[in-house]
């Protein structure tokens, strides 16, 4: 009976272990990092569909990330509607940056954050007049278009109480419905609207000015703190030498 005790408190002891056993010890042990991310976001990750590799901001982070913990990178694609998912299931170590939204923080943990973007709506150049500012978007006529599974979906609720929200899937992205006429505006980060105004001279952001400031940060498993303070410690050390702000200049990114 003693023995049969004893046993079972030496494998409950033992499971405890393990669960309380960091992502750090079992990268080094794998060689391995794994790394979520969708691919899909410039400048932060993007696959280039030739020859199926990973670039940008994020890509490079984790890349370094990987070489000063001595091990190989593994990027395991990702989705926007599941990325927090894959944390909690253990697909990946980590994920790329993403927007800290308290939704996200709920079940998975963040890094030290070393990016902030501002948010702004976009709008077809022809309706500047009628949509000129954040509040004459937030009407029961107009219909405000999203990403699935993106902090600009939640926030969209928030900004736009009024109006009608339309949540397309990725690769489909929010602003083709404002280009295609199918939704009147969209939110986004400054840096994309920015990028999008060049590319799409059809689109405008609305001149009211940004709001939401929203920091990114990587995910990673809520309860490993051994695991988070290693990586947000590596963030702080490499800001210091210097290593964020040349990528940042690389991708043509303001600092912090
Ligand atoms: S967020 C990232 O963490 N974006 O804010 C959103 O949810 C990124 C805009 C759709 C392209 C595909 C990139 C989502």
Request: hydrophobic share 25%; charged share 10%; glycine share 0%.
């Given at each position: 009976m003693i023995k049969k005790i004893f046993s079972i408190l030496l494998i409950v002891f033992s499971i405890t272990n393990l669960q309380a056993a960091s992502k750090l010890d079992e990268i080094k042990q794998n060689g391995e990092l794994r790394v979520g991310t969708t691919g899909d976001w410039d400048p932060m990750t993007m696959k280039d569909p030739a020859t199926n590799k990973y670039k940008g901001f994020d890509i490079d982070v984790m890349n370094e990330l990987a070489k000063d913990l001595g091990v190989k990178v593994k990027f395991v694609p990702a989705e926007w509607k599941t990325i927090v998912a894959g944390i909690t299931a253990d697909r990946y170590d980590i994920s790329t940056s993403v927007t800290k939204t308290p939704k996200r923080a709920e079940v998975a943990g963040f890094t030290a954050t070393y990016y902030k973007y501002g948010t702004v709506p976009l709008v077809l150049k022809k309706n500047l007049k009628k949509f000129s500012?954040?509040?004459?978007?937030?009407?029961?006529k107009v219909t405000i278009a999203t990403t699935l599974g993106t902090s600009q979906e939640e926030k969209a609720k928030e900004f736009f109480p009024k109006s009608k929200l339309k949540s397309v899937e990725a690769p489909a992205r929010d602003f083709q419905e404002v280009l295609a006429g199918r939704a009147d505006g969209n939110i986004t980060s400054s840096t994309e609207a920015n990028k999008l105004i060049i590319k799409y001279p059809q689109l405008a952001i609305v001149p009211d000015g940004e709001k939401n400031p929203a920091f990114l940060a990587m995910m990673v498993p809520k309860g490993d703190k051994v695991w988070n303070n290693y990586v947000s410690d590596w963030i702080k050390k490499k800001q210091s030498s210097g290593f964020f702000t040349t990528l940042l200049a690389k991708y043509n990114l303001k600092s912090l």
């Open positions: 500012t954040w509040d004459s978007l937030n009407s029961n």
